[in-house]
């Protein structure tokens, strides 16, 4: 969402990036043939159509908070691309083997990002790499106690709770 603040509005650049339901839906009946309700297909068009009136108020306002807010439309898609995926792939991955998937590959793409914009990568203080590796390892660990249930309704452990029990009480 940063990008977008810097051509449209907060205001519509949030409701626009909350559509993410919407892509969701779409998603789900293109990508893994589920139905959708006429209620699903009512409650949608009714939130394309506030879309719509936002955008139609920051086109009035400049063409360029219409560039905004469809930045905030590819970001929204963006989103529901990698959560649909994401929730797809976790059904057959461990919650550890998918996050190190997801970590390596935003950092392998993150450096290429880095290196095209020419920014640096330091220098920086040893304290600061420390904090950098703390961040990097402590999550990991955290991963390693805390699990989130399966998609097929396997009770996990979570912090030494089966995950129902949380869930129920």
């Known amino acids: 969402m940063g990008k977008t603040l810097n051509y449209t509005s ?5 409701v626009l990036v909350t559509l993410q339901p919407l ?22 068009t009714i939130a394309i159509i506030g879309s719509v009136l936002i955008g139609w108020g920051d086109f009035q306002v400049s ?10 439309l590819i970001a929204c898609a963006l989103i529901t691309i990698y959560l649909l995926f994401g929730q ?18 935003s950092t392998i793409a993150l450096f290429f990002y880095v290196i095209a914009k020419g920014e640096s990568f330091g220098p920086y ?6 904090w950098f590796l703390l961040l990097a390892i402590i999550p990991r660990f955290c991963l390693k106690t805390i ?13 030494g709770m089966k995950w129902r029990q949380v869930v129920t009480n």
């Open 23 to 44: 892509f969701a839906f779409v998603g789900t009946y293109l990508f893994f043939k589920e139905s959708i309700s006429l209620k699903t297909i009512l409650s949608g």
């Open 147 to 159: 699990s989130t249930p399966r998609y097929n309704g396997v009770n996990q452990k979570m912090g």
């Open 125 to 130: 203080p040893m304290m600061e790499w420390l």
């Open 63 to 72: 063409g360029t908070a219409l560039y905004g807010d469809a930045l905030a």
């Open 10 to 14: 907060v205001a519509s650049s949030t």
């Open 88 to 105: 797809d792939v976790r059904k057959r991955l461990s919650l550890v083997t998918y996050t190190m998937v997801v970590y390596v590959a």
